[in-house]
């Protein structure tokens, strides 16, 4: 439940969603949680993850989303940027975005079901919309991507 809190928490500081009134035209996205166990070398859990995921396999084309994009690196272009980093001395350093995603901004409007265990007792029939990607979306990987690139 500490994680699964701690999940939320990280939702709101990003100002990921708002609660409002289930729309009447408009498909919801239904959520779940996904867990996993961080483990060290030895194969001792360290660390429990929880991480709420919107049901993107009930979007479709068109209507919930436009389009998608999911950009993969080339193994010829991880290899060039490596040898170019030896030549020139550089430091190179591996970073890891937690919650990537969530600093992706969305142009669609996604409307999600409310997080199961963690319903709000005066609003159980609201949704929350969306302001920026969750995992799960089918148009996650495209927003992320595109603030990215707008940061480079």
């Given amino acids: 439940m500490i994680v699964m809190q701690e999940e939320l928490n990280q939702f709101e500081r990003s100002e990921v969603w708002e609660l409002v009134p289930r729309p009447q035209n408009q498909s919801v996205v239904g959520t779940r949680w996904v867990f996993r166990n961080k483990m060290d070398e030895n194969g001792i ?21 436009e389009e998608t994009f999911a950009p993969v690196a080339r193994l010829e272009a991880i290899r060039m940027l490596l040898a170019f980093a030896c030549f020139k001395d550089f430091v190179l350093y591996q970073m890891d975005v937690k919650n990537a995603f969530l600093n992706g901004f969305i142009n669609e409007e996604v409307y999600v079901e409310q997080p199961p265990s963690f319903q709000r007792f005066n609003f159980p029939n609201h949704v929350f919309r969306l302001k920026k990607a969750l995992y799960g979306l089918k148009q996650a990987p495209r927003a992320w991507y595109e603030r990215l690139s707008k940061f480079f």
């Fill in 45 to 65: 859990i360290i660390r429990n993850k929880a991480r709420l995921v919107a049901q993107g396999f009930n979007q479709e084309e068109g209507i919930d989303y």
